[in-house]
């Protein structure tokens, strides 16, 4: 496709609710999109979501302000959202398909691909592009009618948080979604006041947080300072509908340079993306065996070094957030705003003079 020389539109579902702890993937892309010069144009919800009020079903569900999208420059749109709900945003806008030569949408979530989440085919009616970072979903999206889909793996931002040493002083971070059984082990086996590691998880079920910026800058605080993060594949959770793709916390601890300790993603591409020794070790089922792993992961510097390292340079190398957006403009003819290009000019000199030395 030719280039063209203007530029790009985004709307992104995280203006809709900038508080809930799922929408943390979101707020992590939208930062990389104002770093690099994209700005997204705000869209507010129009009742909140939990609303029992009467009339939501006579209401549209979103508010655009025609006016901002006015203000931008260029002809091709991006959509970034979680599921196919957040679509409905594209009815707001007038003679749309005249407006944008491209209309793009990249999922972030899982969700019934097959129905479209009951909203069928109508929903992509506008839609050229769609990428997915759940590749079993390509054939299923591909069915409902647009032109292409694409696959598109999640990304990270390496530039950023790979080149942070910090002192290792967390032994095992288990934060979000896992197994309760196992959480229960590590509780009793590492939970105590008294315990010589230091086990630090959440305790809590509420999604809405005071700030995603605080909860971000948290949680990555914990992640480079932990040895071993716990992260299991998804199959079980009911929005994947028995898929298991590689998710957001395996890129943070590959960005972070921690052990991966839990199961493995089962999707085709997980051999591709995890593709260095020991990228996730299984845990065991029995608390005590659950012990003697961990105990053997925490006193095995070499090996630590050795993951930290391998990981930390297939972030730089393969997975930077950068990546992903330099192939969603690629696909929409768009040139490379100039603080991309010169970023992605950055994690080429970082991939050769430090990946080999990140530890």
């Not at 009742?47 to 009339?55: A, E, G, H, I, N």
């Not at 007038?94 to 909203?119: C, E, S, W």
């Not at 069928?120 to 292409?148: Q, S, W």
Request: net charge neutral; hydrophobic share 40%.
């Amino acid at each position: 496709m030719t280039t063209r020389e203007n530029g790009l539109t985004v709307l992104s579902e995280y203006s809709t609710c900038t508080t809930h702890v799922g929408f943390s993937l979101l707020h992590d892309l939208n930062q990389i999109l104002t770093d690099v010069g994209i700005e997204t144009i705000p869209v507010k919800e129009a009742y909140p979501r939990q609303s029992k009020d009467r009339l939501k079903q006579f209401r549209h569900p979103f508010i655009l302000n025609l006016n901002d999208l006015e203000a931008t420059k260029g002809n091709a749109l991006l959509v970034i959202c979680s599921t196919p709900r957040f679509l409905r945003v594209l009815e707001l806008i007038p003679h749309i398909k005249q407006r944008f030569d491209a209309i793009a949408v990249y999922f972030v979530d899982g969700f019934n691909a097959l129905t479209m989440d009951d909203f069928g085919a109508k929903i992509l009616r506008y839609v050229d592009y769609v990428f997915t970072p759940i590749e079993e979903m390509v054939p299923e999206i591909l069915n409902h009618g647009v032109k292409a889909v694409r696959y598109l793996p999640f990304g990270i931002d390496a530039l950023n948080y790979v080149p942070i040493n910090q002192e290792r002083v967390i032994d095992v971070l288990f934060y979000g979604r896992g197994s309760e059984d196992h959480q229960r082990h590590l509780e009793k086996l590492y939970g105590g006041v008294d315990s010589k590691r230091f086990y630090v998880h959440s305790t809590f079920k509420c999604s809405e947080l005071f700030s995603q910026q605080e909860h971000r800058r948290l949680h990555w605080n914990m992640l480079l300072r932990s040895k071993i993060n716990i992260c299991f594949e998804a199959s079980a959770v009911r929005r994947f509908h028995g898929r298991s793709p590689v998710l957001y916390r395996w890129y943070e601890s590959m960005a972070a340079g921690t052990v991966v300790l839990g199961s493995r993603p089962k999707c085709r591409s997980a051999m591709d993306i995890l593709n260095w020794p020991n990228s996730t070790i299984d845990m065991p089922d029995s608390e005590s065996d659950i012990r003697d792993l961990i105990e053997s992961i925490l006193t095995d510097n070499q090996m630590q070094m050795q993951i930290r390292n391998d990981s930390r340079k297939a972030a730089l190398t393969d997975h930077d957030w950068r990546y992903r957006l330099k192939e969603i403009l690629e696909v929409l003819g768009i040139a490379f705003p100039q603080r991309l290009s010169e970023q992605l000019s950055r994690l080429e000199f970082m991939i050769d003079e430090k990946a080999s030395s990140v530890g």
